[in-house]
């Protein structure tokens, strides 16, 4: 028990340099933009048919359960309202964030392991390549970049989606959908829960790099770094948004008043 809690302890402390590292990273150069547009395009262009196909059933599935409450009170006027504050504030950011950590965190923590143990990472070392700042560092800015692009297109996604269930049921139109449902979204409820996935973007980078970069044991090390990867990230961005969901409210709470 005592040895597990202080793997877990040096586990966090090396994670935590890391993360360090990567900031200071982040904010000097090179910036090395054709590798971070290279990885936009891997992390954020080849989740778009995952993210935009998940948006639509989310759409459909809220649609239904919002209406299956709604019609209890006689409220279906409010449905399309209450799935876009649904969508903006919570389930777009953080299911596109989950959505990504399972199958981006995947391939960095396989491909940067796998690069581990074939030593193509000391090769790039040899050629006097900063490879932390190559590999890692252009990985998190690309999620960073890349997740609150995917979680507009979630959202957009979700409102057709739940558009498309509403008007087979009560035939409603595109505008008034539309209308309905923006009629009480400030730009506030859609920006600061956008913003919020630069952060989930970082931990899925990072999480994922730091166990990619670290891994050892030949290819079931790899598959240990790939695995965990996923579950780590995913767990740690589920506790950060519970934390960052209370501070979007005091923040909106502060700025009413």
């Keep these: 028990m005592i040895a597990a809690f202080r793997r877990l302890t040096s586990e966090a402390g090396l994670l935590s340099v890391f993360a360090s590292r990567t900031i200071r990273g982040v904010l000097r150069r090179p910036f090395e933009l054709r590798e971070i547009v290279h990885q936009i395009v ?14 639509l059933a989310i759409g459909v599935v809220l649609s239904m359960h919002t209406r299956a409450t709604m019609d209890r009170f006689g409220a279906e006027a409010l449905i399309p309202t209450a799935l876009a504050i649904a969508l903006l504030s919570e389930t777009g950011p953080l299911m596109t964030g989950l959505l990504v950590a399972g199958r981006v965190g995947a391939g960095i923590g396989a491909e940067l392991g796998g690069m581990k143990i074939t030593e193509q990472i000391d090769a790039l070392e040899s050629l006097a390549v900063d490879s932390f700042h190559y590999l890692a560092v252009t990985r998190v800015m690309a999620c960073m970049i890349a997740l609150p692009i995917l979680t507009t297109v979630m959202n957009f996604s979700g409102l057709i989606g739940g558009y498309l269930a509403e008007t087979v049921i009560s035939g409603v139109s595109l505008r008034a959908y539309f209308w309905q449902a923006f009629q009480d979204i400030a730009f506030a409820d859609y920006v ?7 952060v989930f973007g970082f931990i899925i980078g990072t999480v994922s790099s730091y166990l990619g970069y670290t891994a ?42």
Excluded at 42 to 55: A, H, K, Q, T
Excluded at 227 to 238: A, D, G, K, P, Q
């Design 216 to 257: 050892t044991g030949g290819s079931e090390g790899v598959g240990r770094a790939s695995t965990r990867s996923v579950v780590l990230s995913s767990m740690l961005l589920i506790v950060v948004n519970v934390v960052l969901v209370r501070i979007i409210q005091m923040l909106v709470r502060d700025h009413a008043l």
């Design 42 to 55: 891997e992390i954020g262009w080849r989740s778009l048919p995952l993210v935009v196909m998940s948006g």
């Design 192 to 198: 600061l829960p956008t913003l919020k996935t630069t």
